[in-house]
């Protein structure tokens, strides 16, 4: 969905809206190109830009490593 249709759409609802972010792979690997952690952090500014007043992260590889989550959570 581009920012300009969440907009549109933050701006009818009238309520709470809550954004989650799904990403799959190792984010602090910084030799990574396609999806990145700028990527990701890029997505998730866009979001709140748009008014997202509650942003989630859902993570979508079996595993959780503890510093790909302080990367996302920064």
Not at 6 to 18: D, T
Not at 31 to 57: F, M, N, P, W
Request: aromatic share 6%; charged share 25%; hydrophobic share 40%.
């Amino acid at each position: 969905m581009t920012a300009k249709k969440m907009r549109l759409l933050l701006n009818c609802s009238g309520g709470v809206i809550e954004a989650a972010i799904s990403y799959t792979g190792d984010v602090s690997d910084a030799e990574r190109k396609k999806y990145s952690l700028k990527y990701y952090l890029d997505v998730a500014e866009q979001l709140v830009k748009a008014g997202t007043h509650i942003l989630g992260i859902k993570v979508a590889t079996a595993r959780l490593i503890r510093q790909q989550l302080r990367c996302l959570a920064t």
